[in-house]
């Protein structure tokens, strides 16, 4: 072992004493030493990220630069070629490298090389550029300016392979926005990048790229792809995904992918979408980069869609992605985010995907996901379990409430990442309607208390998933664990909750407290802590017309109070008619009025609460509806289109019988 040792440090040494005697000949005065240097770096460091690193840490990029500028002043054109094809190796793949090369100011000089009079010279220049535009640090382009156009389409115009190649992904790099794709369609890409699919192999895949980026969720941009030539070209993208390369199979499903996401009526043929599924399935095993992009690329085109997920699972889908998962080999964190939004994908709709998904003892790779060190893992890894927990029967077996499963879940509530906090607050929100006991494992483990802090975060999605998990925990509760909740919360803070500035906050608010007040009668009494505070909110926010699905679930909570004691429906009686009267404004009669039957069934069912024969105060609030138009306007509603309300308010036209009511 000391041998071992001894040697290993000796040849680490030995590297680094070659690595300095190579940088210290960048800055040679002799062109033939400096030449001889540019290329040994260029060798040592393609496709080696360590090397990369080292040569970084010298400072080789600053030094390389210098000698390409040297060289344009001069006109040494062996040197030009060699230090921009060494500043593109740096630039491949590898973010340092790209930032360095940027930093050390040397993107002009590497687009001056473009007009050189020397083929090589452009070729080296337009690799380089490729490289760099491969990258989201490279720097914007904005097509809006003409003299920007002009370029665009001078690189796509040229006969260098390469110079075209650079356009397109100049293109696929900066095209983020519908007004960016449409002034690119108007000035006729589309016309010049479907030429380069008949090109070389690189002149293909940038194009691939580029069509993908221009026609992503925009129905008009791929109406005029798809009607280029009478569909020649996306019928030569289809048959590209049988290419002999990987990498242009990967692209030309991808770009399928957008096509489909945007414009499904173009896939009408089952076996194109078999065939679809059948590559990215396949090209999940390719242990390069476009394994890692297949399978992002499977979860955006199954993502949704119940036919395509049928066609996945009959592929063995499931099995062969946990295979991989398997395998034990470490997994680029683009992979492992892929794989696991597809499993996610997979068992959202379909149960017998989750069944064989959970026989395959994928607990423990899940489990494992969580704590991995990429928050794009962690995050998908969320979304699996939450789509895995839909299953009732699995959920029922409590698979999902173990230590081993929920530590980490409850853990993930503090991840500094908002993305994975809205995640886990997904999965929990599943899981959490398994919880039988007030003992559960999520309460001792302070669960209840972060996701009343998660609901006062600065971001709405947060607050919203947080009283989505809430809400849930809540269902069906016993008092015990109400109790509990509540005792945390308080009247102000459910205020605070139901007044927030987001619709879809209050909402689940409203949701929550919907669950909370469901029940026996000790339930109700929540809502009239420190003096009708929450009452009076939920009441203060009815009268503010608010959205649909605010109201259904505001009403909702009017309709379990109503339900308890005379004082309780007399509580709700003065939300709906509060003193003095023109400050309701009669909503009631609007929410009768909603074209939303779920609104005017919530309505129904807290007037059937309010005057059930069986309570001492039934016929004052019967003739107080009554003159207010609220019985007038269920008479007319006798036939209502919703078979729900219209029983409902035969319930109410039965009860008013009961008091005289004609």
């Known amino acids: 072992m000391p041998t071992t040792s001894s040697s290993s440090s000796s040849a680490a040494s030995s590297s680094g004493n070659r690595q300095a005697d190579v940088f210290s000949r960048l800055a040679s005065s002799d062109p033939e030493v400096k030449l001889k240097a540019l290329r040994e770096v260029k060798n ?51 973010e340092a490298g790209v930032q360095a090369v940027l930093d050390a100011g040397v993107f002009p000089r590497l687009l001056r090389l473009l007009t050189s009079s020397d083929e090589k010279v452009v070729d080296a220049g337009a690799r380089s550029l490729r490289m760099i535009f491969q990258s989201n640090q490279a720097p914007k382009y904005d097509f809006l300016q003409e003299k920007n156009m002009e370029f665009l389409f001078s690189l796509l115009n040229s ?46 895949e940038a194009c691939l790229e580029s069509l993908a980026t221009v026609l992503k969720s925009n129905p008009e941009a791929v109406s005029r792809f798809v009607g280029l030539e009478a569909g020649r070209y996306l019928s030569s993208v289809t048959e590209l995904t049988k290419d002999r390369y ?18 499904p009526s173009y896939f009408l043929n089952m076996g194109t979408k078999s065939s679809l599924v059948t590559t990215l399935l396949e090209l999940l095993n390719d242990p390069g980069q476009s394994g890692d992009e297949a399978a992002l690329g499977l979860s955006s085109l199954i993502a949704e869609k119940e ?53 395959l003892e994928m607990l423990d790779l899940l489990v494992n996901a969580l704590r991995h060190k990429n928050a794009d893992v962690r995050t998908a890894a969320c979304i699996c379990f939450r789509n895995a927990a839909r299953s009732i029967k699995n959920l029922s077996a ?43 494992t999520f309460i001792e483990y302070g669960g209840i208390k972060q996701l009343i802090e998660l609901s006062k975060s600065m971001d709405p999605n947060t607050r919203c998933s947080a009283l989505r998990a ?44 919907r669950n909370l007040v469901d029940g026996c ?36 909570v009017l309709t379990n109070v109503a339900s308890g004691t005379e004082l309780h429906k007399e509580a709700v009686m003065q939300q709906l008619f509060p003193q003095p009267q023109a400050e309701s404004n009669n909503f009631m009669l609007k929410f009768l009025q909603s074209h939303e039957s779920q609104l005017r069934s919530a309505t129904v069912w807290t007037i059937i609460n309010l005057i059930s024969p069986s309570s001492p105060g ?12 609220i019985i007038p306007q269920l008479k007319n509603m006798v036939n209502d289109a919703c078979l729900d309300v219209k029983i409902r308010i035969r319930t109410v036209l039965s009860q008013s019988m009961s008091f005289g009511d004609n």
């Open 159 to 204: 006969e260098n392979e390469n110079v075209s190649g650079l356009g397109a992904s100049i293109i696929a790099h900066a095209c983020g926005t519908t007004v960016e794709q449409q002034v690119l369609c108007d000035a006729g890409v589309l016309e010049k990048l479907v030429v380069l699919l008949d090109g070389s192999l690189s002149q293909r």
């Open 44 to 94: 040592q460091i393609i496709g080696n990220r360590t090397k990369k690193l080292s040569f970084l840490k010298l400072g080789a990029v600053p030094a390389i630069a210098s000698a390409l500028s040297d060289a344009d002043c001069i006109n040494n054109n062996n040197i030009l070629v060699q230090s921009a094809a060494a500043l593109g190796s740096f630039a491949c793949g590898f």
């Open 307 to 359: 036919d395509l997920q049928k066609l996945a699972y009959e592929a063995n889908a499931i099995k062969n992605i946990v295979d991989i998962l398997k395998t034990g080999s470490e997994l680029h964190p683009k992979r492992l985010q892929g794989l696991f939004l597809s499993l996610a994908e997979l068992c959202s709709k379909l149960e017998d995907c989750r069944c064989s998904f959970l026989s």
């Open 618 to 629: 039934a016929l004052d609030r019967h003739v107080k509806l009554r003159n207010e138009g």
């Open 521 to 556: 009668i000790n339930s109700i009494e929540f809502v009239f802590d420190e003096d009708g505070l929450i009452l009076d909110t939920v009441g203060r926010q009815l009268r503010k017309s608010p959205q649909a699905q605010m109201a259904i679930q505001g009403m909702y």
């Open 470 to 513: 809430m809400r849930n925990l809540m269902f069906l509760a016993d008092n015990k664990r109400k109790e509990l909740f509540y005792s945390d919360v308080k009247a102000q803070g459910f205020a605070s909750l139901i007044s927030d500035p987001e619709p879809t906050v209050q909402e689940q608010a409203l949701a929550l407290l």
């Open 246 to 263: 990987p990498r242009t199979r990967l692209l030309s499903c991808l770009c399928l992918v957008v096509i489909y996401n945007t414009s």
């Open 398 to 440: 409590g698979r999902f409430t173990t230590d081993h499963v929920m530590l980490p879940l409850v853990q993930l509530l503090h991840d500094p990442s908002s993305s994975v906090q809205v995640a886990v607050l997904g999965a929990l929100s599943n899981i959490v309607l398994d919880f039988s006991s007030p003992k559960s």
